[in-house]
């Protein structure tokens, strides 16, 4: 049973930073992407940012230069650096994972406000 943990989530003033992680678990395939989501109130669920097997990533315009994911390949965890936080990043971030086998999970989700 595929088990994704997040945590690092909170309520930061604007321009501060978070980290959030998340914990791959129960799957014997090989995760081909990790990433990140989010949800702010009455808007779609959005790509933060994914990184892929061979470390390449992608991010959205909006956090570009103040958002970093990172993973490792050996604990199966992805990060997600966020700096320089605004008012608008304010949403549910949601880990995602893909595996090899092409079945995606997601997290439980984890509460960003930025407010001052």
């Known amino acids: 049973q595929v088990q994704l943990v997040e945590s690092g989530g909170g309520l930061v003033q604007p321009g501060g930073s978070l980290r959030l992680s998340c914990a791959a678990s129960g799957s014997l395939f090989r995760i081909n992407v990790m990433g990140w989501y989010r949800q702010a109130p009455g808007k779609e669920r959005e790509l933060v940012a994914h990184?892929?097997?061979?470390?390449?990533?992608t991010y959205v315009d909006s956090v570009k230069g103040r958002f970093t994911i990172s993973r490792d390949n050996a604990k199966n965890t992805v990060d997600l650096q966020m700096n320089s936080l605004k008012p608008e990043d304010t949403a549910v971030y949601y880990c995602?994972?893909?595996?090899?086998?092409?079945?995606?999970?997601w997290g439980q989700g984890t509460q960003v406000t930025v407010s001052s």
């Open positions: 990184c892929r097997a061979d470390g390449s990533t």
């Open positions: 995602n994972v893909i595996y090899a086998n092409m079945r995606g999970y």
